[in-house]
């Protein structure tokens, strides 16, 4: 757990999200929780000795950011598309998940449920607890359901996966336009230090890295397509990652397949 903030942690090392708190004068403040059932204990041990859980605030509707939620106290807090990405989730889906990245971790202990949010926006919601203020605002862009969540007095922001440091991103539920708005839009806020989705803690000098990241995905799809390719021919020969391995190559049908839909639909700008 790293220090990033005068009452901000951060967990980088699980198999799955980053894990955040925010320690406040009236209890704890999560931002997302660990998919592995071990590590999720290992967080909430953690966490207890910073205090109670009052608030548990997810920042997307994908399983590895709210697959541990049942093994934390607080109110559930999220997006509408969130709740109900959670609410029609299936368990079978998570253990699929868990047999790639922790098979140790299955079968699932009996009772596994998932624990969808109580409290939704669609736009914008502000929690105060103690002295500290959550501004959570829907940021579309990984997908259309992303929330960052703002903390003025600590000079953070938690973005989700709308930011991905060292990985790449997914673009499977993107809308790739609002993406870079979005990202323009963090540059303006008035924060020291951004708490990716994965990865190390970073500061928005990356965020023109992240842009041309998520520019260079567009680019090269909206080329395939000037070019006549099919979506299979793409997804064959457009390669804007290394495709060393067999998750480079998912991550590449994934991303090609949904952004040739959205671009066939939208040409590019
Ligand atoms: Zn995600």
New binding site residues.
Partial sequence: MKKVAASVYVETGFRGCNASLVVTGEGVVMIDTPQVPAEARQWRDEITRHGEVVYLINT?P?G??YSGNMFFGGTVVGHEGTREAIRTATVKQLEDMLRRVAPESLPLEKGFRFRPPTITLSQRLTLHLGDHTFRLINLPG??PYQVAVFVPEERVVFT??NVVNGTPP?MHQALPFEWLKTLDYLEKLEVDVIVP?HGEPCDQSYLPTMKATVRKWIDAVAAAIKQGMSLEEAQEKVAVIDLADERARMIQRMNIGHLYEVLKATPAR
Avoid: T
């Fill in positions: 997307e994908h590895d950011h990984h997908s989700g996966d997914f989705g």
